[in-house]
């Protein structure tokens, strides 16, 4: 286990922002997928992003929000279809 002295720097104020805007998108395109308190399609990109957080590894955070918001496109196409 790391210590808090071991953890690489991270840019909480970036990370935010990533994460927000991914929000912002899924909101104003794909709002079905926010609407549902639990979508568990999303829980595991979620985790991918704050395992990326924690390794402070960027690349690999913008990869997780990108999946997340396929993921919740995804989604809400599918909640779509099964209204129509």
Known sequence: MTTADEL????????AQKAAEALRYLGRNFPECLENLRVASLDEHETAADE???RADEDAYLKALRAYMR????EALRIRRGAA
């Open 8 to 15: 690489p720097p991270w840019d909480t104020e970036w990370a």
């Open 52 to 54: 990326a957080a924690i």
């Open 71 to 74: 993921a919740g496109r995804d």
